[in-house]
């Protein structure tokens, strides 16, 4: 059995071979123009500082991987082992080898919901040798520093990035289509899913792709050899099947996998001039804006037809059933005779009124009534659980579990559907109070402020408030990325020196409707200028002094929209 499920991880790596027998590897690697690039990327030669500091760092929560080297005996030993690492990985670079160990792995099936006899419903996890891990961590710090500073990836690629997080790329997103509706245009939005996207990268493309940003060939060298030579077996109840070789995709569960991807698929917004994508890793969304519905509709068709062609020169295979198509209207009723979206293979792509992307789910009218009603039931289960075996639990063991596994769902994205209705922002009151009242055992009927003092948490909607005001600030202070930041102006001084004029106050751009007003590039200045009312910054501070600042303040005197 272990052996099936060995093969199937395996094979899935060449789907795209399967689906297309005479498709002849050309590789596209030089297509991308990076000619801005001025010095070819070699490795620097790793410090015992470095690999020792690495070696601290390691998760010691972790088991070890099939090299069997425990990181917690590997952190006790740092101090002894960080010279002779240093200078077998020195070595590693130098001669284009990787040890065979370093390049095994445990896989481990995990069943990700259906039918348990179905192998297409297990996920792999994968395990990997920790020293390799250590390894990679170094290697990948040198090539992510040559890809920031010669400006390489996509400025709207949000995967693996520093400043850049999925509520980052979500509200980006979001922003745009609230801005079309604005400005009383349609917006069409195609939410791409891709196949196995990690497992069926070819390497050959691969490593012209990395030729032509610009490594040297002996840098592609040591990346060929590490992408080489890799095998597999899946492991399950102490039982373990034989290896099987690898010989596509990047490697699971390693450090520099999900950049090799996004160099991977760097491209793919190329020759695409008349519509906007994101992306957050292979998560990819193209988007079109026009006076009319079949015009977005047209325009998105022929971005989504270049994107189809540069898929298969990439041997991706495009998930017809899960990429959607959503369209976005100010229209009261819906519009008929739309343009379908195909594929290249003449399927119709479905069109949907709501849609899950990274985590959020986005409705057609942006209200994000559906996402709070979702959330609402998630945390709903989360409660009869807690209440079921509250007796388990003392009060701080209660604290601590509800700060873990609710608070963080109810934190996440919720600067993106923070001006949703009052009317569906209670809805997550009622669950919050519900928590409060699990941890204190108060009844039923005890006022939610007796609730937060007892527990020591502000109210929901403070906290929701806060998170927004830190956001804005990491903006200010330029920890966002460069599309968020864009939004980011500060107000220039008039004719006359006013006191406000002394002020960090921000430009806020004009909108047209109420809905407008809910886009980021309105809603952060403006609430920041709001908020300037009681701070009265003149200059900035760090990002830790504003959160005492916040802390020492009432937001609730300052939001326009508390209810509590």
């Known amino acids: 059995m272990l052996g099936c499920f060995n093969e199937h991880f395996i094979v899935s790596g060449l789907l795209f071979d399967s689906l297309n027998t005479s498709h002849q590897n050309h590789p596209k690697g030089n297509s991308h123009d990076h000619s801005g690039v001025s010095n070819s990327f070699s490795f620097k030669p790793l410090s015992v500082s470095e690999v020792h500091k690495a070696l601290t760092l390691l998760d010691i929560r972790k088991s070890a991987g099939p090299d069997n080297l425990e990181p917690y005996f590997l952190q006790l030993a740092s101090d002894f082992i960080a010279p002779p690492l240093t200078y077998l990985f020195n070595l590693s670079l130098d001669t284009n080898e990787i040890p065979l160990i370093w390049k095994s792995a445990f896989v481990f099936p995990l069943l990700k919901g259906g039918d348990p006899t179905v192998l297409n419903n297990y996920r792999p996890i994968s395990k990997l040798s920790v020293l390799a891990k250590v390894m990679e961590t170094l290697v990948n710090e040198q090539l992510k520093e040559f890809l920031t500073i010669n400006n390489i990836l996509s400025n709207f690629q949000s995967g693996f990035r520093k400043k850049h997080s999925t509520t ?253 209705s009052i009317t569906s922002l209670k809805l997550l009151d009622t669950v919050y109070h519900g928590a409060l009242r699990f941890i204190t055992n108060f009844r039923a009927l005890t006022h939610h402020c007796s609730l937060y003092d007892r527990v020591g948490w502000s109210a929901l909607s403070t906290r929701r408030l806060n998170h927004w005001y830190i956001f804005i600030y990491k903006a200010i202070l330029g920890l966002l990325p460069p599309y968020l930041q864009s939004y980011i102006e500060k107000k220039s001084t008039g004719r006359y020196c006013l006191r406000s004029e002394d002020l960090l106050l921000l430009s806020v751009p004009q909108v047209w409707t109420e809905l407008g007003k809910g886009a980021f590039k309105y809603a952060a200045p403006c609430t920041w200028n709001q908020l300037q009312n009681v701070l009265n910054l003149k200059d900035p501070v760090s990002l830790v002094d504003f959160k005492l600042l916040l802390n020492n303040m009432e937001a609730t005197q300052i939001g326009s929209r508390c209810y509590d």
């Not at 949907?352 to 009534?369: C, E, M, N, P, R």
Request: aromatic share 10%.
């Open 168 to 420: 980052t790329a979500a509200l980006k997103v979001v922003n745009d289509f609230i801005d079309s509706l604005d400005k009383k245009q349609h917006c069409a939005a195609l939410f791409i899913d891709l196949s196995k996207a990690f497992d069926t990268v070819d390497h050959a493309i691969l490593k012209q792709r990395l030729l032509s940003v610009g490594l040297s060939e002996h840098t592609v060298c040591w990346f060929d050899n590490y992408l080489s030579g890799r095998s597999q077996c899946v492991q399950a109840d102490g039982l373990t099947s034989s290896p099987l070789s690898i010989s596509k995709g990047v490697p699971q569960g390693s450090v520099l996998g999900p950049l090799l991807f996004i160099l991977y698929i760097n491209n793919l917004d190329q020759n695409v001039s008349n519509a906007n994508f994101h992306f957050y890793a292979d998560d990819t969304v193209i988007y079109c804006s026009a006076s009319t519905p079949n015009q977005a509709l047209c325009q998105l068709q022929l971005a989504f037809d270049t994107v189809q062609r540069t898929l298969f020169d990439l041997k991706l295979v495009l998930n017809d059933d899960k990429t959607k198509l959503m369209l976005f209207s100010n229209a009261k009723s819906k519009s008929r005779n739309l343009l379908p979206i195909t594929t290249s293979q003449g399927s119709e792509i479905e069109s949907v009124s709501q849609f899950k992307y990274l985590g959020i789910l986005i409705d057609d009218s942006l209200s994000f009534k559906p996402h709070i009603q979702q959330l609402v039931k998630k945390l709903k289960l989360k409660l009869g659980f807690y209440f079921r075996n509250k007796s388990c639990f003392s009060f701080e063991a209660k604290r601590r579990l509800v700060a873990a596994t609710f608070l963080s769902v109810l934190d996440y994205g919720d600067v993106i559907y923070m001006n949703a």
